[in-house]
């Protein structure tokens, strides 16, 4: 079975700082993975996705994420933060195969943006 | 850009009441789903709905819930007699055919059951 593991539950950082978000996870085969942001009262966001290629894929808001297989990690990375990226940050894994793409979300890491 | 809609915003109901959460996922996308999220846990995957039919189910979805997609644009999550433990925000989300699974989603329903 897939699994999701996000280890660090809250992170705060200034405005300006850079960021990285971990995102472990836990699948036998290639994975699907996505990164999704949730405002508050807010819906799910879609930051940016991996599926094959190039193992550096960035996404909106100046977003970036690094897939590593031999760590099973997805972490995403921002150079610079803004006061608006303040948010909860949730990475998803989704299965191929037999599948009908159900997604496997992580615990989520709230960001909160000092000034 | 098209977008996943939901209706209504918050639902208040009593423990027992049957509700129906309406979604309408984007036009050309085939691919349906339903999550939920308890207040301050993880996004959970309820079931998935393809081809007018369940294609995928998690244990959360047990025989309280059913999924239709009635007409061309609506897909609704019915609960029959709901319970204080299904207080949660429920998200709907589709997506096209095929790979990429890209799932798009929509702004949830919150669900209060008192």
């Known amino acids: 079975a897939q699994s999701v593991t996000q280890p660090d539950i809250h992170i705060t950082v200034s405005e300006g700082a850079s960021l990285e978000l971990r995102c472990n996870y836990s699948?036998?085969?290639?994975?699907?993975l996505f990164w999704y942001v949730q405002s508050p009262g807010q819906g799910l966001q879609l930051l940016l996705k991996?599926?094959?290629?190039?193992?550096l894929v960035q996404g909106i808001k100046g977003f970036e994420a690094e897939f590593k297989r031999s760590q099973s990690s997805f972490n995403l990375r921002k150079p610079s933060v803004h006061w608006s990226d303040a948010a909860e940050y949730f990475c998803a894994v989704g299965a191929g195969g037999t599948s009908y793409g159900k997604l496997t979300f992580g615990q989520g890491t709230i960001l909160t943006v000092h000034p | 850009e098209p977008e996943v809609t939901q209706t209504p915003s918050h639902q208040v109901t009593q423990m027992g009441q049957e509700v129906i959460l309406r979604c309408v996922p984007i036009?050309?996308?085939?691919?349906f789903y339903w999550y939920r999220q308890i207040l301050g846990q993880k996004v959970e995957f309820l079931v998935s709905?393809?081809?007018?039919?369940?294609?995928?189910k998690s244990e959360i979805f047990d025989d309280q819930f059913s999924v239709e997609r009635p007409d061309g644009s609506n897909f609704t999550l019915k609960i029959r007699s709901t319970k204080l433990e299904d207080s949660a925000m429920y998200f709907c989300?589709?997506?096209?055919?095929?790979?990429?699974?890209?799932?798009?989603f929509g702004p949830g329903t919150r669900l209060t059951v008192t």
């Open positions: 036009s050309n996308h085939l691919y």
């Open positions: 709905f393809y081809n007018n039919e369940i294609s995928e």
């Open positions: 699948y036998g085969a290639t994975p699907y």
């Open positions: 991996y599926f094959s290629g190039d193992t």
């Open positions: 989300a589709s997506r096209v055919g095929g790979t990429p699974y890209e799932q798009y």
